[in-house]
């Protein structure tokens, strides 16, 4: 976006106009200098581990960080949380606004849903793990974890997935809301005017011009469950390596628990059970880079849903 | 016998005249007869456009005491006037006048609107609209809109769209090709496109997306087109385009345009209708309501006293 530059001199200003352009500045560039310091910092701490063996190779237990292992566990752990997550908010969360935004009826209930949704958005990850420990626990949902003696442990991929999908939710459903509402009437009504009905409006028309708003929607989503923490400690199980039940390949996988980047950095911290610096220092930096990729992908199809549009 | 496509005087022809027309659409000639008594203003034939040639008009529609009101406020008050094939009827008026109202009506997409209740009788074929299945109407009654508004789609898909059964998603593409093409013929937008058909349709300029919306409207092969000031958001050079396209189409389905812009209804429309306040004031042939019109509230709006 260009700006017009102003053809005036700043000579005439007064005192608190320059100290406020001052300050702006000077907050501006503090944060570039913050931001620059955290990863440069962590490229320092954590350089020394970041080899490509690291990506690939199970965390072991060891002595010194130099027996550790890497992350393959926890990448893995973060990639089938994720996509479990995701594979629940989207399509919920795709639902959610067409209904919100095309029926919305009666709207006493879609005040109620929007409310809901909106509550989502600010909920504190612990108490929707809170939530998941309970109802994950109940034993007509044991089939989704391992259940020993009539026990459900409750622990596992798909109660984290379903709860980080919760944290990802509210975020789907405002981008494609507002794509939705951005779609002006007449389109909709140029539907109808050659005979089609709304659901084929819906189907053929509307969800094809937000398709760039639900991929924007999702990794914004994603790049949200993805940083929780919380969640994964107390749902996935935090067991390092992915512990599967079963010999089903990857239902096993997903009923057992595993691990994640953001546990495993929690749990490598200093202040953490396993006190590995370095180790959480370059498993953060991994974590840095997803999360840009995703930023960027936000980018190209926030730009692509900009592009071609009515007027 | 006259063929006209020289320039002649103002005359007045009478009911069964037989005469010879240019026809635009590929320079030919047909003798036709007169259904009703036309004048004949040459004075308005463009030698590059050859408007105004005169076409046998044939009733496809009806409205019929037609009021529409949006809760309390009235919107269309006891409108009744034909709608033919063979010629373009232009509805005129100030803003609010109604005219967008009444042509939403006839293909019923004023139930869209939650308030709007309807007194009165439209019929298409002698069949009154209400008693049809609504999506059935609009296939027979299309409509383009204001703002060029194609989907999000491939310029093949936009048309294909109205050729395919409600949702479905994509049966037998090259079996669609020939009447999408024909379409896009009709709209005047095939030689144009006819190498990029699988390009976004929202690539193309203002005035190709209106005439692809044209072609959109055309392939349910309707038998009534509806256009709500399609020219309001092109350029001069796309408006006379879609002007000399809809002066084409009036042959093959009755055409209704809602337009602000006077001069157009004077160029295009074979017959005006012009509305205030709801009411239908004047019903007459275009070059009659503007060159002479009979009730004083058109004369001043014709002539810029207001609107």
């Known amino acids: 976006m260009s700006r017009t530059r102003a053809l005036e001199s700043s000579s005439s200003w007064r005192w608190t106009d320059r100290l406020g352009l001052a300050f702006a500045w000077l907050v501006g560039l503090l944060f570039c200098v913050i931001c620059a310091a955290i990863v440069i910092y962590l490229l320092v701490q954590g350089i020394r581990y970041l080899h490509p063996s690291f990506l690939w190779t199970n965390p072991k237990v060891g002595n010194t960080q130099n027996e550790t292992g890497g992350i393959l566990a926890p990448l893995l752990g973060t990639a089938l949380v994720i996509a479990l997550a995701m594979g629940i908010a989207t399509p919920v969360g795709v639902g959610i606004a067409v209904w919100l935004s095309e029926y919305a009826r009666p709207r006493q209930l879609a005040r109620v849903v929007e409310s809901t949704v909106e509550m989502f958005a600010g909920a504190p990850s612990i108490v929707l793990a809170l939530f998941g420990v309970i109802l994950f626990r109940a034993s007509f949902l044991g089939f989704l974890t391992e259940k020993t003696g009539g026990v459900v442990y409750g622990k596992g991929f798909f109660p984290a997935g379903a709860m980080l999908s919760l944290l990802a939710l509210p975020l789907v459903v405002t981008s494609v809301r507002e794509g939705l509402q951005a779609i002006p009437n007449h389109v909709r009504e140029a539907s109808y005017a050659v005979g089609k009905t709304k659901i084929a409006t819906i189907r053929r028309v509307l969800l094809p011009a937000v398709r760039p708003d639900i991929i924007t929607g999702s990794m914004i989503g994603a790049g949200h469950a993805l940083g929780d923490t919380v969640i994964i400690v107390i749902l996935l199980g935090d067991t390092y390596i992915l512990q599967g039940v079963g010999h089903v390949p990857l239902l096993g996988t997903l009923r057992g628990t595993g691990d994640t980047l953001t546990s495993y950095i929690f749990d490598n911290a200093p202040t953490g059970d396993l006190n590995q610096p370095n180790k959480a220092f370059a498993a953060a930096l991994v974590l840095l880079v997803i999360v840009l990729i995703l930023n960027v992908i936000v980018d190209i199809f926030g730009r692509k849903a900009r592009e071609l549009k009515w007027t | ?307």
């Open chain 2, 1 to 307: 016998m006259d063929v006209i496509n020289q320039p002649l005087p103002v005359r007045q022809l009478e009911p069964g005249a037989t005469l010879t027309v240019r026809r635009p659409l590929d320079g030919g000639t047909a003798q036709i007869r007169l259904l009703e008594e036309a004048i004949l203003d040459t004075s308005f034939v463009s030698s590059s456009t050859e408007r105004h040639v005169v076409v046998p008009t044939l009733e496809r529609m009806r409205v019929e005491e037609l009021s529409i009101n949006y809760g309390q406020k009235p919107a269309v008050r006891s409108v009744s006037l034909p709608i033919r094939q063979g010629e373009v009827l232009g509805l005129i008026g100030p803003s609010g006048c109604g005219k967008t109202t009444l042509l939403r009506s006839l293909n019923r997409l004023t139930e869209l609107t939650k308030s709007a209740s309807l007194i009165g009788r439209v019929t298409l074929d002698g069949v009154d609209i209400a008693e049809l299945e609504p999506t059935a109407l609009r296939r027979r009654v299309t409509m383009v809109f204001q703002q060029p508004n194609p989907f999000p789609m491939s310029v093949f898909d936009n048309v294909a769209y109205v050729l395919r059964e409600q949702a479905k998603r994509k049966p037998r593409k090259m079996s669609l090709r020939p009447q999408v093409e024909e379409a896009l013929a009709r709209a005047g937008l095939l030689e144009e496109v006819r190498d990029n058909m699988d390009h976004p349709a929202l690539r193309l300029s203002g005035g190709q997306q209106q005439r692809l919306c044209i072609a959109r409207a055309l392939a349910a092969n309707p038998e009534v087109l509806l256009l709500d000031e399609p020219c309001s958001a092109l350029d001069p050079q796309s408006t006379k385009v879609i002007e000399d396209l809809i002066v084409k189409l009036r042959e093959e389905v009755a055409v209704v345009i809602v337009t602000h812009n006077l001069q157009q209804a004077h160029r295009i429309a074979d017959h005006v209708a012009f509305m205030y306040l709801g009411e239908l004031v004047e019903y007459a042939p275009g070059h009659a309501l503007f060159g002479n019109p009979k009730e004083q509230r058109t004369r001043e709006y014709v002539s810029g006293a207001f609107g």
